[in-house]
């Protein structure tokens, strides 16, 4: 009774049979609203800078006021730049975000990848709690002078104990590097530490 069928699926609809299931690849399947979707994976990290390049007012500043020849006004170049530091630092295996770390400090874009990479090494040498997330918060500190968060490091040391210091380094990296800059600027001395 085919007809009978029918007429109960077209009087009832949510009687009427289910159409053909459609199957999603799993594969092309992207968080919402990421922006990345479809991209290769060696390309988001060139996506997810061009997005924050292109809404920081850090970024819009330095471009501004940058010259024709500037290297923030050459594409190829940062973005060189970032896939070489993305190569070396990727986010999920070392917390530190690349795109984010340079346009939060676009000084850091008129680095060679190699000095970046070096003064990551040198941060972790005389602060070896700052991981890469704690990097990304505070990644002023790259453009520290070594010496200078050597000090600031020993200062908090010697004021707050060592084990504090260290939690508060990992923690709350904007510390560290707050107390470098009194610490290097010398407005404020190393009293400030010892309150």
Known sequence: RPDAMSACSAACP???????????????????????EGVPQEDKAVVHFW??????PHCRAAL???????????APLLESRVRALAKVFDTETSGLDVPRVLTKE??????????????????????PELGGRALTQAPGLL?????DVAAARQEMEFA???EEAREMISVAPL???????????????AEAWRG
């Open 14 to 36: 949510r009687w009427a049979p289910a159409g053909p299931r459609r199957v999603r690849d799993a594969s092309r399947i992207g968080s919402s609203g990421d922006g990345i």
């Open 106 to 127: 676009p000084e850091l874009l008129l680095w060679e990848a190699n000095d970046v990479v070096r003064r990551v090494v040198e941060l972790k040498r005389i602060a």
């Open 175 to 189: 510390e560290l590097l707050k107390a470098v800059e009194m610490f290097s600027s010398d407005e404020v001395g």
């Open 64 to 74: 501004t006021s940058a010259g024709r020849d500037s290297p923030y006004r050459n």
């Open 51 to 56: 997005h924050l390049f292109g809404s920081t």
């Open 143 to 147: 453009l520290c002078d070594p010496e």
């Open 160 to 162: 707050r104990g060592t």
